[in-house]
């Protein structure tokens, strides 16, 4: 697999024992999905096809109105939500990824509450029914901050792939959504700042220029 920015498919000829190994355009690993776009689609596509089989699974108990709202939604949190956000660190969440989420989120309240579409209620109508304010979104954005400072602290390559540059000209076009400008959109201008160490500060305490190179990716330069 070749992971590019491009739309066209990049090919990469590997032999081992003069056999060529297959290209794929996306494997999953520690059960995340890889695609060769780099983007976080395909996998945010499949957490909610897992979360939505796993609620049925669940259904019995989830839409049982004998059981109260508060503890069914407690059983969603629990058992559901970790299904659909593992992994959810690495995300890149744009508008249409957002509006998708958010559109899972009510699936799963609807449903508790057994509302048909042919009600034709206000989703905000559901948010009162169910006494629950819109948090998925928000907690997804929460564990990535919580894991960028983690990363920053560490300061080792994840930190300079995150907060590095590639050295060259930027390719033409709108540029793609980074999670770092999602990070900026949700917490507003400047606080993503403070978060982040200073852009030139080593583990050392000395300064190492932020820009991925050859070297710069060697690990014997992250050791004091």
């Known amino acids: 697999m070749v992971i590019s920015g491009k739309q066209e498919s990049q090919k990469c000829d590997i032999f081992i024992n003069k056999v060529k190994l297959k290209q794929k355009e996306k494997f999953k690993y520690l059960g995340t ?29 989830l839409t049982n109105k004998h059981i109260s709202i508060e503890t069914r939604k407690r059983a969603l949190q629990c058992y559901i939500e970790p299904v659909l956000m593992y992994g959810c660190e690495a995300w890149t969440i744009s508008k249409q990824i957002q509006n998708k989420l958010e559109a899972t989120e009510m699936w799963f309240l609807r449903r508790m509450l057994r509302i048909p579409w042919t009600a034709k209620k206000t989703n ?51 540029q793609r959504e980074k999670i770092m400008d999602g990070l900026a959109t949700w917490l507003g201008p400047g606080k993503v700042s403070d978060i982040l160490p200073p852009s030139k500060t080593g583990i050392c305490g000395g300064t190492r220029s932020p820009t991925l190179t050859s070297k710069a990716l060697d690990d014997d330069d992250y050791h004091c």
Not at 34 to 39: A, L, R, V, W, Y
Not at 150 to 162: A, D, Q, S, Y
């Open 33 to 61: 999905i890889i695609s060769n776009d780099g983007k976080t689609n395909r996998e945010i596509s499949a957490r909610t096809a897992q979360a939505e089989i796993n609620f049925q699974k669940m259904k019995t108990i």
């Open 124 to 174: 905000d109508r559901v948010l009162n029914e169910a006494n629950k304010r819109r948090s998925l979104v928000r907690t997804i954005r929460k564990r990535q901050a919580t894991f960028l400072g983690h990363v920053m602290r560490r300061g080792k390559l994840e930190h300079l792939v995150t907060k590095g540059k590639f050295e060259g000209k930027r390719s033409r076009g709108r």
